[in-house]
C-alpha cells in the first residue's frame, strides 16, 4: 500500500529526516517508536504533505505523492490523526465529522449514512452528536479525531500520538478501536510513546532515532528484543541473560 524510500524532509536547514525507507502492506498495524525529537511526528506528516520531502519517494498504491497538497493526498486515501486531537472545539460533534468528509463531497454519498457509519463504531459520539467538541473529555475527542479522519474513506488512516493525555483505562479502550479498525480492513500507521501498547496489536514495527531506521521487524520480535526493552520498554535485561517477561 505505501513505499517510502530514501526519505528526507526537516524545517529549514535542519534535516530531521535521514534516508527513511519503509514499507506498509495493506490490513496492517504498523507501528513506529522511538524517543521525543526521533522524527516521528515529522515521518506522518511529511507522508500527509504538510512537511515537503526534500529527497526520496513516497508511493501510495503506485501514485507518487512526495509533492502533493495535503488535500490531495486525503483524496488519494490516507488521513491523519493529528497528536493532540486538534478537535474545532466551537463546533458540533457533528459538523467535526462533516468536515473530516469534506474532500468526498463531490462523490455524493449520504451524509447521513456516512455519519451513521462512524457512530456505529463509537456509539458515544452518537449521543454527543450536538455537543461542542470542546465539551468533550479527552477520550472522547480522540475517538472523534479518529471518526472524522475515517470520514474521508482513507485507505490508510495516520495516528500520531493517540493514547497522550489520556487514563489507563481510556488508552486501552482506544488501542481496542484501533485494532477493530484492522479487523474492520482498514489500515493504520501508528505512532506511540506507549511502545508496549502499540507492539502488542502491531503487525509490525520501525525504531526510529535521530531521524534514522534503526531497527525493524516483526512487532513480536521487537517486544522481546533486549535493547527495545532497556530503551523503550522500561525492562532492564542484564548482560547475564536474566529473562523477561512481557505481559
Given at each position: ?116 457509519k462512524i457512530y456505529d463504531i463509537f ?54 478501536i484501533i485494532h477493530r479498525l484492522r ?65
Amino acid at each position: 500500500m505505501l513505499k517510502i524510500k530514501n526519505l528526507e524532509a526537516g524545517y529549514g536547514k535542519l534535516r530531521v529526516l535521514k534516508r527513511i525507507s519503509m514499507h506498509i502492506d495493506s490490513g496492517e498495524i504498523v507501528t513506529i517508536i522511538g524517543a521525543n525529537g526521533a522524527g516521528k511526528t515529522t515521518l506522518l506528516y511529511t507522508i500527509a504533505g504538510m512537511i515537503k520531502a526534500s529527497a526520496g519517494d513516497i508511493i501510495l498504491y503506485g501514485q507518487n505523492i512526495t509533492q502533493t497538497k495535503p488535500e490531495k493526498i486525503v483524496s488519494a486515501g490516507c488521513s491523519l490523526v493529528p497528536e493532540g486531537r486538534q478537535a474545532f472545539s466551537t463546533l458540533s460533534v457533528q459538523e467535526n465529522l462533516i468536515l473530516g468528509g469534506y474532500v468526498q463531497k463531490k462523490r455524493k454519498r449520504n451524509q447521513r449514512e456516512e455519519l451513521q457509519k462512524i457512530y456505529d463504531i463509537f456509539p458515544v459520539l452518537k449521543e454527543r452528536e450536538y455537543q461542542l467538541a470542546g465539551t468533550l473529555s479527552g477520550g472522547e475527542q480522540q475517538m472523534l479525531a479518529i471518526g472524522r479522519a475515517l470520514m474521508a474513506h482513507p485507505k490508510l488512516i495516520m495516528m500520531d500520538e493517540p493514547s497522550t493525555g489520556l487514563a489507563p483505562l481510556i488508552v486501552k479502550d482506544i488501542f481496542q478501536i484501533i485494532h477493530r479498525l484492522r479487523e474492520a480492513g482498514n489500515t493504520v500507521l501508528l505512532v506511540e510513546q506507549n511502545a508496549k501498547a502499540a507492539l502488542g496489536i502491531a503487525d509490525r514495527g520501525y525504531v526510529l532515532e535521530t531521524g534514522k531506521i534503526i531497527l525493524q521487524g516483526p512487532a513480536e520480535d521487537l517486544l522481546t528484543n533486549k535493547d527495545v526493552q532497556r530503551a523503550y520498554l522500561g525492562r532492564d535485561v542484564s548482560a547475564e541473560g536474566a529473562q523477561c517477561e512481557l505481559d
